[in-house]
């Protein structure tokens, strides 16, 4: 079992920035891709980046590349998602999750998730 907490978001003028922190634990939090999705009301789940499990690979979705940047210490069981230029688009509840098989965009890929953290961006 791998718990996964969200923290960071919050409300943030279009143009700034936030950094998303996920926590992991359990006895392999730290052996798992770790990925970031997104969903705002009424729209489906969302592909933003994963990382893989040593760090040295990432993956983006096109149109979150240049503005948001993903990177993990495994020392603390912990991922970030940087965001800048953040744009009222983005806005969204942010869920991290531990990857498990299957291509990096699907969320069926991924077997434990965090409980989301909000993000809102105003203009």
């Known amino acids: 079992q791998v718990q996964l907490v969200e923290s960071g978001g919050g409300l943030v003028q279009a143009g700034g920035s936030l950094r998303l922190s996920c926590a992991a634990s359990g006895r392999t939090a730290g052996s798992y891709a770790m990925g970031w999705f997104r969903q705002a009301p009424g729209k489906e789940r969302e592909f933003v980046a994963t990382?893989?499990?040593?760090?040295?690979?990432?993956y983006y979705a096109d149109s979150k590349k240049g503005r948001f940047t993903i990177s993990r210490d495994n020392a603390k069981n912990t991922v970030y998602l940087q965001m800048n230029s953040l744009k009222p688009e983005d806005t969204a509840v942010y869920y991290c999750a531990a990857h498990n098989r299957g291509t990096w965009e699907s969320p069926l890929a991924y077997g434990y998730w965090g409980q989301g953290t909000q993000v809102t961006v105003s203009s």
């Open positions: 990382i893989t499990w040593t760090g040295d690979s990432t």
